[in-house]
């Protein structure tokens, strides 16, 4: 197993979460400034702050940030967290956001994969485990540092597909294959 400085995987993770946050926010935010359900709860900020891996992110990425026991890090303007947001911060789409329920099956399959690049960055990446799973400092040390950052440059790839298939340029190539690597494409029967 390559051995790689923690701080290094924590810089590339969060720059791939700041991009994903900023296309979730671009593609789901008219949406969601409106709604009046808010899907965030504390209790899913939690993992940000019993995760090694995610309290070094947000401490790199998040400073000031500050939790509130009932709130979680949801502030009136909304999520105080640049990067460090535990993956079902970008996982959950429902029916109201435009992109996730386009009847435009390669923008559906965009929209899915999007928001599950975080998920997909840190499967697997200590044994079985996800990597925000890492809850002792001892787990970093056991992060297989070749298969998550092979893992980021597959999330990486598929997030130049995505923004390019959701403004509606069609990328040249297999924009389906790197997006299949992330999440299967929504089934077509009815």
């Not at 991009?19 to 209790?43: D, K, P, T, W």
């Not at 998040?62 to 460090?84: I, K, Q, R, Y």
């Not at 956001?97 to 559906?108: E, F, G, H, K, T």
Request: hydrophobic share 40%.
């Amino acid at each position: 197993m390559q051995v790689l400085d923690i701080s290094k995987l924590i810089d590339r993770y969060g720059l791939l979460e700041q991009q994903v946050r900023i296309q979730m926010e671009l593609r789901c935010g008219a949406s969601c400034s409106r709604c009046r359900r808010v899907c965030c709860r504390a209790h899913f900020c939690a993992e940000a702050r019993e995760s090694a891996f995610l309290i070094r992110v947000v401490r790199r990425f998040s400073p000031n940030a500050e939790f509130d026991p009932h709130c979680g890090w949801l502030s009136p303007a909304g999520c105080t967290l640049v990067a460090g947001r535990p993956p079902v911060c970008y996982e959950f789409l429902c029916n109201d956001i435009p992109d996730a329920v386009s009847m435009d099956l390669d923008r559906r399959h965009a929209m899915l994969a999007l928001s599950m690049l975080i998920t997909h960055a840190g499967r697997r990446a200590i044994g079985g485990r996800h990597l925000v799973e890492a809850t002792r400092d001892a787990d970093l040390s056991r992060i297989n540092t070749r298969r998550f950052m092979a893992r980021l440059d597959e999330a990486e790839a598929a997030l130049a597909d995505v923004v390019a298939v959701l403004d509606g340029r069609r990328p040249e190539g297999a924009a389906e294959n790197t997006l299949s690597r992330i999440i299967p494409p929504p089934r077509t029967d009815a």
